[in-house]
C-alpha cells in the first residue's frame, strides 16, 4: 500500500505544485502508515523529489508522455495506482491536473474530491475540509468509497523539506487510444502565470486605462510577480481574459496579492480569497476591498505606486 | 447534431452565503438563483450552433420542481426542449451518473457542462461523464467549432492557451471566453412566451448512490481589522510585510 502523488513537470523541471502535493503526500502517508510514490512522465531526473519525504518515483515513458493529454495520462495513473494496490491518490489543483482528476476517478471507480484544504480528519470514512461557495465556505465531506482521489488547493499545505533517497523506476503502460490532437500551444515565456506566483499584483478600473498598466507591470517585475486583473478591465478590453480573477475568471492562491485600484466586489473577493496576505490600494475609503484586505492605504494610485516601486527596488537590492 | 448543456441551479453570483439546519443546508432565504454562469456560456455558444448549424439543443439538470424557473430561462434563451431528472443532487458523481445514462441512450454529438458550478466548485460533472461514456474530453474551454463531425477547440492553460482538434461525440468543460459576456443572450418577450409551451420533461432518477456526502458547512473564521497605513508612509508598508507578514 501506498499512497500515490502525481509530481506535475514541463519541459524537465517540476512546476512548484509537485513540491506542495510531495509535502501534503508525505504527511498523509505518515498518517496513514504508508510510502509515498510519486508518478512523472517523461521527467528523466527526479532527484528533487527527495527533498520533499518521496520514497519511490514512478517515471512513466513512451512517446504520449512527450505533450500532456488527461485521457491517457489518468488511464497511466491509474495503472500504476491499482499496481500498488493504492486507495489514495494526491493530485494537484492546476488546470491539468483538474483535467485530468474525474477521468481518473472513473478509471478506478474512485470518489474525487477536490480544493481540499487540509489532512483528512478522520481516515474511517475518510472525511476531508474543502473549500466552496467560490471561498465564502468551507464544507466538510465523507466519501462513501474504498479507493479516494484527494485535489488539494493551492498554497493550501505549504512546502515542507523531508530529506529521503527516491529510487526511481522507467514504467511504460498500456496507451488508451484517443481521437484528440494538440494542433498548438500558445504560451507566454519569461513571464510568471497567476497558478505559479507567490505574489500577483492586480490592476482595476481605478488606473483608468490600458496606457497606466505599466505601473502594475513595474510593481510585479520589482516583486516577481504574475499580473492580473479585475473583470470590468478585461471586459473593456484593457487587458486580456487570461489575467481576469474571480468567481468567473481565475482563482488566486498567492502568498502575497496586492489590489491597486479594485473596488473588490463580492465576486472579485471570492476568486482571491484564498490568498494569504490582502494589500489593497484605493483613493476610496468606502471600497469594499478594505474589509477584506489585511494592509490598506487610502490613496491616489498614481502618487502611491512610484514611489512604492522605487522603495521596494531599494528594499530588494539591499 | 445534437447537443446536450448541463445547467445547475445556483445561487446569484452576489448572494450571502448563510447555512441552516446547524451547518447541513445552504440558507435558501431571499437568494435568487441563476444558471451557473459557466453553463451559460456553454448555452450560448450551443444555441449559436443552433442557428447557423441547425442544431437541436437540449438542456438538463438533476434538481426538485424549484430548478424548474432556470431551465424556463434556458428555453427562453432558445434551447429546444428540457430535461428534468427529479432527484437531489448530492454530489457530482450522483449528477454525473444520471446524466451520463441519458447520454446512453440519446447519443448526443456534443455534451457541455460549465467546468464548475459557482456553488460546490467540485469541477468534476464534464469530466465524469466524459469518463463514464468515454468520450473525448476538454475543459476550460475558450472557443469551439464543429464541422463534419471534426471539432477544433482551445483549452486554457496555466499561462496561455492550447488548440486541439478531436473527434465527437465530445465533452466540453465551458467557462468565460467560449463565448463573451456581452454575447449571453438576454430572453425577450415571444422567446419567454414560447419557452411555456416548450417541452419540459420530468424523469425519475436512476438507483444510484452518491461517492461522498457533504456532512456540513462552516463559514471562514472573520479576519481582522485592515491596517491602514498613510500613503507617504510606504517604509511602514514594507516593513509589515516583510517582518509581520512575512511575504517579501
Same mark, same amino acid.
Given at each position: 500500500?501506498?499512497? $500515490? ?23 498523509? %502517508? ?7 510514490? #510519486? ?13 520533499? !519525504? ?5 517515471? $512513466?515513458?513512451?512517446?504520449?508522455t512527450e505533450s500532456f493529454s488527461a485521457k491517457k495520462y489518468a488511464a497511466a495513473i491509474a495503472q500504476v495506482t491499482k499496481q500498488h494496490e493504492s486507495s489514495l491518490v494526491v ?26 484544504? #487540509? ?77 505559479? #506566483? ?47 480573477? !474571480? ?22 473577493? %471570492? ?20 474589509? %477584506? ?9 498614481f502618487e502611491v505606486l512610484p514611489k512604492l516601486i522605487e522603495k521596494l527596488k531599494a528594499f530588494k537590492a539591499a | 447534431m445534437k447537443i446536450l448543456v448541463c445547467i445547475s441551479n /445556483? ?17 435558501? *432565504? ?19 450552433? *443552433? ?46 451518473? *444520471? ?63 492550447? /488548440? ?37 420533461? /420530468? ?46
Amino acid at each position: 500500500m501506498a499512497v $500515490i502523488i502525481y509530481t506535475e513537470s514541463e519541459q524537465g523541471s517540476f512546476k512548484k505544485v509537485a513540491f506542495e502535493i510531495a509535502s501534503y503526500g508525505k504527511a498523509l %502517508a505518515d498518517q496513514t502508515n504508508q510510502k509515498l510514490i #510519486a508518478v512523472t512522465f517523461n521527467q528523466a531526473d527526479s532527484s528533487e523529489l527527495g527533498n520533499y !519525504g518521496v520514497d519511490q518515483v514512478v517515471n $512513466i515513458t513512451g512517446a504520449f508522455t512527450e505533450s500532456f493529454s488527461a485521457k491517457k495520462y489518468a488511464a497511466a495513473i491509474a495503472q500504476v495506482t491499482k499496481q500498488h494496490e493504492s486507495s489514495l491518490v494526491v493530485v494537484s489543483s492546476s488546470a491539468d491536473s483538474k483535467y485530468l482528476a474525474p477521468l481518473l476517478a472513473v478509471k478506478l471507480s474512485a470518489s474525487y474530491t477536490s480544493n481540499v484544504v #487540509a489532512l483528512p480528519e478522520s481516515k474511517e470514512p475518510l472525511t476531508l475540509k474543502r473549500t466552496c461557495f467560490t471561498n465564502k465556505a468551507l464544507s466538510k465531506v465523507t466519501s462513501n468509497q474504498a479507493v479516494n482521489i484527494i485535489g488539494l488547493s493551492s498554497n493550501a499545505f505549504g512546502i515542507i523539506e523531508t530529506q529521503t533517497s527516491p529510487k526511481q523506476s522507467e514504467v511504460t503502460v498500456d496507451e488508451v487510444s484517443s481521437t484528440m490532437k494538440i494542433s498548438a500551444v500558445e504560451k507566454v515565456t519569461g513571464t510568471i502565470t497567476i497558478a505559479d #506566483a507567490d505574489v500577483v499584483v492586480s490592476g482595476g478600473r481605478g488606473l483608468k486605462g490600458p496606457e497606466n498598466w505599466h505601473l502594475i507591470e513595474d510593481l510585479a517585475a520589482t516583486l516577481g510577480a504574475a499580473t492580473a486583473c479585475s473583470k470590468p478591465v478585461s471586459d473593456m478590453g484593457w487587458r486580456p481574459h487570461s489575467e481576469h480573477v !474571480g468567481q468567473t475568471g481565475k482563482p488566486v492562491a498567492s502568498n502575497l496579492y496586492i489590489a491597486v485600484g479594485v473596488s473588490g466586489a463580492i465576486q472579485h473577493l %471570492a476568486g482571491i480569497n484564498a490568498s494569504k496576505v490582502k494589500v489593497v490600494i484605493n483613493i476610496d475609503p468606502e471600497a469594499p476591498f478594505f474589509k %477584506a484586505a489585511d494592509y490598506g492605504i487610502v490613496g491616489d494610485a498614481f502618487e502611491v505606486l512610484p514611489k512604492l516601486i522605487e522603495k521596494l527596488k531599494a528594499f530588494k537590492a539591499a | 447534431m445534437k447537443i446536450l448543456v448541463c445547467i445547475s441551479n /445556483v445561487p446569484d453570483t452576489t448572494s450571502k452565503i448563510n447555512f441552516v439546519n446547524s451547518n447541513t443546508e445552504f440558507d435558501t *432565504q431571499g437568494v435568487q438563483f441563476i444558471i451557473n454562469p459557466n453553463d451559460e456560456f456553454g448555452l450560448t455558444r450551443a444555441i449559436w450552433m *443552433q442557428q447557423k448549424q441547425q442544431a437541436e439543443v437540449t438542456v438538463i439538470t438533476v434538481g426538485d420542481s424549484s430548478c424548474e424557473p432556470t431551465l424556463r430561462k434556458c428555453l427562453a434563451i432558445g434551447a429546444d426542449k428540457a430535461i428534468r431528472i427529479d432527484a437531489e443532487p448530492t454530489d457530482g458523481f450522483f449528477v454525473a451518473k *444520471q446524466i451520463a445514462e441519458i447520454c446512453k441512450k440519446e447519443s448526443y454529438d456534443l455534451i457541455i457542462a460549465g467546468r464548475e458550478s459557482i456553488d460546490h466548485n467540485g469541477g468534476m460533472v464534464p469530466g465524469l461523464i466524459a469518463g463514464m461514456l468515454d468520450y473525448e474530453y476538454i475543459t476550460n474551454c475558450i472557443s469551439l467549432e464543429i464541422d463534419n463531425g471534426q471539432a477544433t477547440a482551445s483549452r486554457e492553460i496555466d499561462g496561455g492557451k492550447e /488548440v486541439v482538434t478531436s473527434e465527437i461525440p465530445l465533452v466540453i468543460g465551458s467557462q468565460k471566453g467560449l463565448v463573451e459576456e456581452s454575447d449571453l443572450i438576454i430572453p425577450n418577450m415571444r422567446g419567454i412566451m414560447q419557452a411555456r409551451k416548450k417541452p419540459l420533461e /420530468v424523469m425519475a432518477p436512476l438507483d444510484v448512490s452518491s461517492a461522498s456526502k457533504t456532512e456540513s458547512f462552516q463559514k471562514p473564521a472573520p479576519k481582522g481589522e485592515v491596517k491602514l497605513i498613510a500613503p507617504d508612509d510606504i517604509d511602514t508598508l514594507i516593513d509589515l510585510l516583510h517582518n509581520e507578514a512575512k511575504v517579501i
